[in-house]
């Protein structure tokens, strides 16, 4: 009766603690410029090494600029950080995927993509969004920068078991509804804290007929859910995903993995601490209107009114929020018009997220006054789409097509909204400022943030259908 | 990290209640890629003029205390946020023991991560060892965590209470990783049995 959660946690426990704290072993562990630096010192301080560079990987992605990498960084903050991780991998032997390397990209794209993220694995990296692997049907959350150090040291980590909980969405979604709809519309019924202290357990036919880059884009969001980790069960559609891959066995290890990697599932009497039951039919293309992930409302409704809820608290609440989203109660989301369009991150960059967004841009134009930009996921990403000719079709319809990394998705780089603009992103947060400071970010799938390009404003993608 | 046993040296006086973690370390110094380095900015607000002179009467300041070993202050010492760069700072000044009547506990648990002891002592207490604070290299305190107490510069011993596995942590020099280390024979046999069991596992190496 163990969950699959509970199945993998099994599988890594080294060893226990008096009081219960298990210590954990740690298959595979992430390292990017930004919360690793002091990691790094720890160990030069005490002069300890890194027990397992072999299940180690660095890249730096969160300050790169996306523009032109034939060009210099320039000087700053942000090249400090990257020079040194350049240093820290070199001393420590670490292996590191550069920046001008075509292998560089967002560290939750390219886990999954070079075979290094493999199902029934426990995965952590010195972010949040670290989740994105657990599509693969590993365990992966995101840690903080003493635990990176502890992780480098050790290859494993002090933690007590999570809960368990499933989230179940069965039935057939709608033409023109994605992964991205679908995770809003769950972050949306069980709000940014519903998870808290969990393992969210993906399941029911609609989440099994997701291909792998639809199920990374809704684990990658349970932490906007307030989950320490999403999941997905291995299937044949993750088996066939991970075959070939530069990191992943091939031949006879290949088949001996899956082997094992079809134990992988909870068992059918399995418990949960919560249980959240979806129909896919009742899901509508989704975007969100306020500050926090969870303020999301079908693209054909309109702006809320702060007197329609319930408690006061709430009412100001809303009220901040329409503030600074610069919208009114009962304007309709469909006719926002937007300034900036931002398809990419770790949410909404890989390949498939390209293919969606060039099927609703080709043939047409950015409307007048649009920033519209896309930024593939990896460099791998970006040869892909060059291949298949989708660059032209962004670029002849006046989108930007820019080099891999975080890029607008936070505001750490170059790419940043300015005050008061309005952007339709396919990234995960729309805190206040996230984009740059007085940004206004909107949270959409791909096909809706081409859409909004094309049109200049929010747009039902059904009606490009 | 290193051991704590026994420290004897100059205690600086603080007579001030809730120094908080900005107050310790300003936010604009975390964009630092470093743990160590923030000795210099440790109470920076409190320390240094707009134009980057130093404040003269701050007592870090001024001799002996500028080596300073021991803090003594009043409640509620480190409250505010999680940043582990507070006890950074700290230590990188040359603090290893902070006294005081309470301390927030965040800050606390990141002082012993960080081979710093905080000692919490009633407040008549911390004001006695602030008068000895007060006499500078002629104040010095010991602080002994083996005997768990603090000895006066006249010889009177005052006894601490400290949580007994984190004595023993601090005793040994073993922070997290010190501790999890000594579970390294077990950590090599699961490696090894992952091995025989799950041979495809494939090392990463861009060689
Ligand atoms: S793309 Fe955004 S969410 Fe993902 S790792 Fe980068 S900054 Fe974090």
Redesign the pocket.
């Known amino acids: 009766m163990p969950t699959l959660f509970d199945k993998i946690w099994d599988a890594h426990v080294v060893d226990r603690l008096a009081d219960g704290t298990a210590i954990l072993y740690i298959d595979r562990h992430l390292v990017?410029e930004v919360t690793s630096p002091q990691a790094f010192e720890g160990l030069r301080m005490s002069g300890r090494r890194v027990r397992r560079p072999d299940a180690t990987l660095a890249v730096v992605?969160?300050n790169v600029p996306t523009s032109d990498r034939s060009l210099p960084m320039e000087p700053g903050d942000s090249l400090t950080q990257i020079e040194t991780l350049e240093r820290n991998v070199a001393e420590f032997g670490v292996p590191y995927f550069p920046l001008r390397s075509a292998r560089q990209g967002?560290?939750?794209i390219i886990g999954p993509e070079q075979g290094v993220s493999l199902p029934g694995m426990t995965i952590v990296c010195g972010?949040?969004?670290t989740s994105?692997h657990g599509a693969l049907g590993a365990l992966a959350f995101g840690i903080g920068t003493s635990e990176v150090e502890h992780v480098l040291a050790t290859q494993t980590l002090l933690q007590k078991p999570a809960k368990n909980m499933l989230v179940r969405v069965e039935g057939t979604l709608a033409p023109g509804i994605t992964a991205k709809d679908v995770m809003l519309a769950i972050i949306g019924t069980i709000g940014t804290a519903g998870g808290t202290g969990h393992v969210i357990e993906f399941a029911g036919s609609a989440i099994r007929g997701l291909d792998m880059a639809g199920r990374m884009t809704i684990c990658?969001m349970s932490i906007e859910a307030g989950a320490r980790a999403g999941l997905v069960a291995p299937d044949d559609t993750t088996f066939e995903y991970v075959r070939g891959r530069p990191f992943a066995p091939s031949g006879e290890a290949f088949d001996r993995a899956v082997e094992y990697w079809r134990t992988l599932f909870s068992d059918p009497d399995a418990r949960y601490d919560r249980v959240v039951e979806l129909r896919a039919e009742d899901i509508a293309p989704l975007v969100t209107w306020g500050t926090s992930p969870e303020d999301v409302l079908p693209i054909t409704a309109t702006v809320p009114d702060p007197a329609d809820a319930p408690e006061e608290s709430r009412r100001a609440q809303v009220q901040r929020m329409l503030d600074y989203m610069g919208l009114v109660p009962g304007q309709r989301l469909d006719e926002l018009p937007v300034d900036v369009v931002f398809i990419?991150?770790?949410?909404n960059?890989r390949i498939e997220d390209m293919r969606a967004a060039a099927r609703i841009v080709a043939g047409r134009q950015v409307a007048p006054g649009v920033r519209a930009m896309v930024v593939p996921?990896s460099g791998m990403v970006k040869q892909q789409a060059e291949r298949e000719g989708l660059d032209k079709v962004f670029l002849d319809a006046g989108f930007e097509w820019r080099e891999a990394?975080?890029?607008m998705?936070?505001g750490?780089n170059p790419d940043k909204l300015k005050p008061g603009q309005r952007c339709a992103s396919t990234?995960?947060?729309n805190f206040e400022g996230r984009q740059g400071p007085g940004g206004r970010t909107h949270l959409l799938s791909p096909a809706m943030a081409a859409a909004a390009a094309v049109t200049g404003h929010l747009t039902d993608v059904r009606s490009f259908n | 990290m290193d051991a704590f046993t026994s420290l004897t040296g100059i205690a600086a006086p603080l007579p001030e209640a809730n120094i908080d973690t900005d107050k310790i370390i300003p936010a604009r110094f975390l964009k630092t890629i470093k743990r160590s380095g923030l000795g210099v900015n440790a109470f920076d607000a409190m320390r240094y003029n707009e134009d980057g002179t130093e404040k003269p009467d701050f007592v870090l300041n001024r001799e002996p205390y500028r080596r300073a070993q021991i803090l003594v202050t009043y409640e509620n010492f480190g409250c505010g946020s999680s940043r582990e760069h507070a006890p950074w700072a700290l230590l990188d000044f040359g603090i290893r023991c902070v006294i005081a009547p309470s301390f927030a506990d965040i800050f606390h648990n990141n002082c012993f991560k960080n081979g710093i002891l905080p000692v919490q002592l009633p407040r008549e207490v911390c004001e006695r060892l602030m008068e000895d604070a007060r006499l500078g290299a002629n104040g010095r305190l010991t602080v002994d965590l083996e005997r768990q107490v603090v000895v006066r510069p006249d010889g009177q011993e005052i006894p601490f209470e400290v949580d007994a596995l984190r004595r023993r942590l601090l005793l040994e020099g073993l922070d997290d990783i010190g501790q999890t280390l000594q579970h390294g024979e077990a950590i090599e046999r699961f490696e090894q049995g992952r091995v025989a069991e799950r041979p495809w596992m494939p090392a990463i190496s861009l060689a």
Request: charged share 10%; aromatic share 0%.
């Open positions: 990017h992605d969160h967002i560290v939750h972010d949040s969004h994105t990658n990419g991150s770790c949410t960059g996921g990394g975080c890029s998705c936070l750490m990234s995960n947060r």
